[in-house]
């Protein structure tokens, strides 16, 4: 009775501190380490390209097993384009990837806080900021000029790869979907307070990659 009590009180205590303090701790211990998550996206993106897919995670017991909480080995950060969906393209199931998918695979304050909830309360070790070819977003930020509604604001998040590598030899939309995945990767590496640290604890890897949308390959950017 009286340990139950104490063990209350500390829980309390705990959750008060704020949730990121346990949370992080527990998760941290729990959590897939970049090389298996690198090994485990690439492991399926080729069972994908060869049409061998293992479909794992998609049974109703996995969808029980995960019911009370979810631990995923990665997080994506996509473009919204409906011919690259992770969970497909990557042969993963429920559970498996944490993903946030904005056209142009842009960084923004609700995308970032998201991959931040994902490292700091999943235990997530690795993110994948993927780009593709022939992308939308990234046309449209190329071809400059108004858009309309929201739509300037994809643009505008995109414009400085346009900038970067306007006068680069090569295709120019594809260049800019290859800065622009760098681009997001070097301001997550950054990101303070949080996601910078945990890269510099060697607690988090962040990988730019681009998808080919003929073949199906995603490839990991140097
Ligand atoms: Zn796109």
């Not at 998609?58 to 992770?86: H, M, N, W, Y």
């Amino acid at each position: 009775m009286k340990r139950a009590s104490v063990v209350l009180i500390g829980l309390t205590m705990l959750g008060a501190l704020g949730a990121g303090l346990a949370d992080t701790a527990v998760e941290q211990s729990l959590g897939v380490s970049s090389e298996v998550a690198r090994q485990k996206l690439a492991d399926g993106n080729k069972r994908y390209v060869v049409a061998r897919q293992a479909h794992p995670n998609q049974t109703a017991e996995r969808r029980a097993e995960i019911a009370a909480g979810q631990k995923p080995f990665a997080a994506i950060l996509s473009c919204a384009d409906s011919r690259v969906p992770p969970e497909v393209i990557f042969d993963q199931g429920l559970g498996d990837l944490f993903v946030v998918r904005l056209a142009g695979n842009i960084l923004e304050d609700a995308a970032l806080g998201s991959l931040e909830y994902s490292v700091e309360h999943l235990g997530v070790n690795h993110i994948m900021v993927l780009g593709h070819e022939r992308c939308g977003a990234v046309q449209a930020a190329v071809k400059g000029g108004e858009a309309p509604g929201s739509i300037g604001s994809l643009v505008k998040a995109i414009q400085p790869a346009v900038d970067k590598v306007r006068s680069q030899p090569g295709d120019l939309v594809d260049n800019v979907v290859r800065a622009n995945v760098a681009m997001v990767v070097q301001q997550l590496k950054s990101s303070e307070p949080l996601l910078a640290e945990f890269v510099k604890k060697g607690k988090l890897t962040v990988d730019g990659a681009v998808y080919d949308l003929d073949d199906g390959k995603v490839v990991i950017l140097p």
